[in-house]
């Protein structure tokens, strides 16, 4: 294909992608020659890269929250998060041990180029070197009460001196009334959890790591039950609005199910879709689809292992073995098509890999093993700073990036008109287009189960890739 006949595609999948997206498109576009010449280059670098990875050592915790029961599918969900407890190292009320640290906003914002880039992207060594940007508000959604959430993220945002958030905290309780059919089961301040509240801790700090000028507002639902979490999605939505749109992040799940498909899809795009964008964790189970990731009216964020050498320098990035990602069971192609009842025209973003086929995920993806996990504040459940990772880490951090990008894309054109999932559609352009990888990090390496590894282009652990910039983003 022609630069000439790409500027083309590019035109017309602006009308798709609303205006905000039309400068993106018209940047100048890279040929499928010189693309696969630069994605040869990445792998042979990658590829040499592995023989001098070190893999940190130590033991990995799951939080009751992140238990997975499959009878829990279509009832209530778990969280994504898991703690990494280094050999002979412990967790301290003090800043983190840097002796042998997690990743930082500015190692992280240096490896997706969205902050500064210095030498190595070394955890020991950014400092101040944080992202910057953002707009609107980012929602966390979770369940049940962490009331250390606003002084755990004043305390994170000091220590790496990140600009103070604007953070507000808001019960999806049954002071909302009643929500397109859906009530909250309490009337006041949801019960405190401490895995929650890691959980909680985890997403508000990583947005606003990602994006220190965004609205930082946490929804805690009454329960992780499906009722409130769906109910809470919508209080979400409003909250979103409210600060003139953003981003909401959802770093919990659940085995799929088959009413999915309608009324609970419908809380992600049919009430407030207006530059509102939608972010789901892929899961930390290794190979499967997993809800509400699996809507095709959000991104899905899977999970890699960032790789470095002994003195803790960035060499490269892996599909982490946990990550979700996978095949819809329910999430398919309708024909007749039906807006109400799975996929079509209007989330026709994978129709170039994949046909009249069913929702596969994950879209794209970001750290989330936690042997090279991010460094967390919590004071609720735990003693302080925790190196925390699973596919908790990427939905939140990759709503700030797309936030700090600041296209305002949502679920439909501003003007109004039809719904379509503007985020998503631009992740795809960009692979389309033959440019994804001026804009991603194609993971070549690694495998989240027997048969399922990564590889060239799209693949079911690291989906489009991991960021390079907020171009298409």
């Not at 220590?159 to 905290?169: E, I, Q, S, V």
């Not at 919990?252 to 009324?263: K, L, P, Q, R, T």
Request: net charge negative; charged share 10%; glycine share 14%.
């Amino acid at each position: 294909m022609t630069k000439t006949r790409l500027f083309a595609f590019a035109v017309l999948l602006s009308f798709a992608l609303g205006t905000s997206a039309l400068a993106a498109a018209q940047e100048e576009l890279t040929s499928p020659q010189e693309a696969t010449q630069a994605q040869q280059a990445i792998t042979t670098e990658e590829q040499a890269a592995q023989s001098a990875i070190v893999r940190p050592q130590g033991t990995v915790i799951t939080p009751e929250s992140s238990v997975v029961r499959p009878e829990d599918a279509g009832v209530r969900a778990h969280t994504n998060v898991l703690i990494f407890a280094p050999n002979g190292r412990k967790s301290s009320s003090g800043s983190p041990d840097y002796t042998f640290p997690g990743e930082t906003p500015a190692s992280l914002g240096c490896v997706y180029q969205v902050g500064p880039i210095y030498s190595g992207c070394n955890p020991a060594t950014g400092g101040t070197n944080h992202p910057s940007g953002g707009f609107g508000a980012i929602v966390l959604v979770d369940a049940f009460d962490n009331p250390n959430a606003a002084s755990d993220l004043a305390a994170f945002s000091s220590n790496y001196g990140l600009p103070a958030a604007t953070f507000t905290k808001v019960y999806a309780n049954s002071s909302w009334g009643t929500l397109n059919g859906m009530t909250a089961s309490c009337d006041g301040r949801p019960a405190g959890n401490t895995g929650w509240g890691l959980e909680e801790d985890l997403d508000i700090e990583w947005a606003h790591a990602m994006a220190p000028n965004a609205k930082i507002v946490l929804v805690e639902a009454c329960t992780n039950g499906n009722g409130d979490l769906f109910y809470a999605e919508q209080v979400a939505g409003h909250e979103a609005d409210n600060y003139g749109g953003g981003d909401v992040s959802n770093s919990w799940g659940e085995g799929e199910f088959s009413s999915e498909v309608g009324a609970i899809d419908d809380v992600f795009y049919r009430y407030h879709w207006n530059q509102v964008s939608y972010f789901a964790s892929a899961g930390d189970s290794g190979w499967g689809a997993a809800y509400p990731s699996s809507s095709p009216w959000v991104v899905s964020a899977g999970g890699t292992s960032v790789n470095r050498d002994s003195n803790g320098n960035f060499l490269s990035e892996s599909c982490w073995s946990g990550s979700g990602g996978g095949v819809s069971q329910y999430e398919l192609w309708q024909s007749p098509p039906s807006i109400t009842n799975g996929m079509g025209p209007w989330t026709n973003f994978q129709y170039g890999l994949f046909g009249q086929s069913a929702r596969q995920t994950p879209d794209i993806a970001f750290d989330a093993d936690p042997n090279t996990g991010v460094n967390v504040y919590d004071t609720y459940g735990f003693g302080g700073w925790l190196i925390v990772g699973g596919t908790s880490v990427a939905s939140p951090s990759l709503a700030g990036i797309v936030n700090a990008a600041n296209n305002r894309s949502g679920q439909g054109p501003s003007g109004g008109g039809y719904y379509y999932n503007q985020e998503d559609n631009l992740i795809y352009a960009a692979l389309t287009a033959h440019i994804g990888y001026k804009y991603y990090f194609d993971v070549t390496t690694g495998s989240n189960g027997s048969g399922h590894n990564a590889g060239p282009g799209y693949d079911q652990c690291t989906g489009v890739g991991t960021p390079r910039g907020i171009g298409y983003k």
